[in-house]
T-cell receptor
Framework: DAKTTQPNSMESNEEEPVHLPCNHS???????IHWYRQLPSQGPEYVIH???SNVNNRMASLAIAEDRKSSTLILHRATLRDAAVYYC??????????????FGKGITLSVRP | DAGVTQSPTHLIKTRGQQVTLRCSPK?????VSWYQQALGQGPQFIFQ???????QRGNFPDRFSGHQFPNYSSELNVNALLLGDSALYLC??????????????FGSGTQLSVL
């Protein structure tokens, strides 16, 4: 499986945008890019995913580099509730593949009031 | 609409014992996966159940087994518990759409402590 590389941690101020980077230089043409986050004492929560084009939803935006070797999760206005571990995960394109997620250590986001 | 529910929330067992953890998937979901999360680490995939059969399995020994029932709920069984089995066990559910575009919904987990 292709691997992802993320910084260990990042800090942000409340109500400011946050850009969380992820490198995946060995990504294949059919790998999806998923982001999940895990708040303290909870299970992981789906955030967003994409294949080639940038994606937006109510939680965040996903910017995918043209060569697909990196991506950035964008939280437009960080809140204290966004403090969590964020995981960038690649999954191959086959039915049921997204059940078998390979989590790394993720990036721990701290949000300052 | 209830999300993924797991029981119990906490459990304490002794080495060598057996444990059963339970999971009810989100309404409308047909697939259940189990993950183990050690302290300070990301979750690790144990196995996936779909149509009452184990479809995919991670790198876990045969001591870890599971079952899926006709109502899509699932159990995770661990035999001959070791101290190293102490972890948060997470259940996730999804609906197989056939295009690899599924999202996982996780429960809050069962914290297992083996003494």
């Amino acid at each position: 499986d292709a691997k992802t590389t993320q910084p260990n941690s990042m800090e942000s101020n409340e109500e400011e945008p946050v850009h969380l980077p992820c490198n995946h230089s060995t990504i294949s043409g059919t790998d999806y890019i998923h982001w999940y986050r895990q708040l303290p004492s909870q299970g992981p929560e789906y955030v967003i995913h994409g294949l080639t084009s940038n994606v937006n939803n109510r939680m965040a935006s996903l910017a995918i580099a043209e060569d697909r070797k990196s991506s950035t999760l964008i939280l437009h206005r960080a809140t204290l509730r966004d403090a969590a571990v964020y995981y960038c995960i690649l999954t191959p394109l086959y039915t049921g593949a997204n059940s078998k997620l390979t989590f790394g250590k993720g990036i721990t986001l701290s949000v300052r009031p | 609409d209830a999300g993924v529910t797991q029981s119990p929330t906490h459990l304490i067992k002794t080495r060598g014992q057996q444990v059963t953890l339970r999971c009810s998937p989100k309404s409308g979901h047909d697939t259940v996966s189990w993950y183990q999360q050690a302290l300070g680490q990301g979750p690790q995939f144990i196995f996936q159940y779909y149509e009452e059969e184990e479809r995919q399995r991670g790198n876990f020994p045969d001591r870890f087994s599971g079952h899926q029932f006709p109502n899509y709920s699932s159990e995770l069984n661990v035999n001959a518990l070791l101290l190293g089995d102490s972890a948060l066990y997470l259940c996730a559910s999804s609906f197989i759409q056939g295009d690899g575009d599924e999202k996982l919904f996780f429960g809050s987990g069962t914290q297992l402590s083996v003494l």
